[in-house]
């Protein structure tokens, strides 16, 4: 199956973004496309959530959305049903880690421990979110991760930071880094879709070292 990794290689950063009305997510897509960040995770978080995922995958072709904050099968579900190209979890279990594969699509499920990398890696799952990043230890533990376990690939996830975001990509087992830096609050209750794209276009010029993809 293709990696989450594979779907738009040439950003570095996935925007984690919460939707609290559906109406606002295809310019919100649209400025987060024309800014260079075309892989968007819409978290399953609002009740405007799955509209949200379906307006875009239905009125922006560019972009490749998926669904984060994935916690259940009938999430799964729902999500692949409104059209999500990959899903994203923040943590898994047999039951979920299950319906995530027979999906069809890409996904990365949430990990926060060596055992937990470890297991997936029994299971045949190389691509993985690492959450919450930063409270869970970090660039530090990441690099501390890529000799003993170099085949495991992350998606840092949960505080990492426009300052942070560049430490995450220069590692060898990072592949892209999500992030809610280039979505501030106020931006998004304005509808400032021209300073949304200004940010997206700042964090898409957070590039990887090539020997880091």
């Given at each position: 199956?293709?990696?989450?990794?594979?779907?738009?290689?040439?950003?570095?950063v996935?925007?984690?973004?919460?939707?609290?009305?559906?109406?606002?997510a295809v310019?919100?897509?649209?400025?987060?496309?024309?800014?260079?960040?075309?892989l968007?995770?819409?978290t399953?978080?609002?009740?405007?959530?799955?509209?949200?995922?379906r307006?875009?995958?239905?009125?922006?072709?560019?972009?490749?959305v998926?669904?984060?904050?994935?916690?259940?099968?009938?999430?799964?579900?729902?999500?692949?049903g409104?059209?999500?190209?990959?899903?994203?979890?923040?943590?898994?279990?047999?039951?979920?880690l299950?319906?995530?594969?027979?999906?069809?699509?890409?996904?990365?499920?949430?990990?926060?421990?060596?055992?937990?990398?470890?297991?997936l890696l029994?299971?045949?799952?190389?691509?993985?979110?690492?959450?919450?990043a930063?409270?869970?230890?970090?660039v530090?533990?990441?690099?501390?991760?890529?000799?003993?376990l170099?085949?495991?690939?992350?998606?840092?996830?949960?505080?990492?930071?426009?300052?942070?975001?560049?430490?995450?990509?220069?590692?060898?087992?990072?592949?892209?880094?999500?992030?809610?830096?280039?979505?501030?609050?106020?931006?998004l209750?304005a509808?400032?879709w021209?300073?949304?794209?200004?940010?997206?276009?700042?964090?898409?010029?957070?590039?990887a070292?090539?020997?880091?993809?």
């Open positions: 199956m293709t990696s989450v990794f594979d779907l738009a290689p040439e950003a570095p996935v925007p984690v973004v919460v939707i609290e009305d559906a109406a606002d310019p919100l897509a649209r400025a987060l496309v024309a800014g260079g960040l075309p968007i995770e819409v399953l978080r609002t009740p405007a959530a799955l509209d949200a995922l307006a875009i995958a239905d009125g922006v072709p560019e972009a490749v998926g669904a984060g904050t994935v916690v259940s099968a009938a999430g799964v579900a729902d999500a692949v409104a059209g999500a190209r990959f899903l994203v979890s923040p943590g898994w279990t047999g039951r979920l299950g319906a995530m594969r027979e999906s069809g699509v890409p996904f990365l499920p949430g990990v926060s421990t060596v055992s937990e990398v470890v297991a029994e299971r045949g799952v190389d691509a993985m979110k690492f959450f919450p930063e409270a869970a230890g970090g530090p533990y990441l690099k501390s991760l890529a000799g003993p170099p085949q495991a690939r992350f998606c840092p996830t949960g505080g990492v930071s426009a300052a942070s975001a560049p430490a995450y990509l220069a590692l060898p087992n990072v592949g892209c880094v999500g992030g809610t830096w280039m979505l501030p609050p106020d931006a209750a509808r400032d021209a300073r949304v794209e200004s940010l997206a276009r700042g964090a898409a010029a957070l590039r070292p090539v020997s880091g993809r």
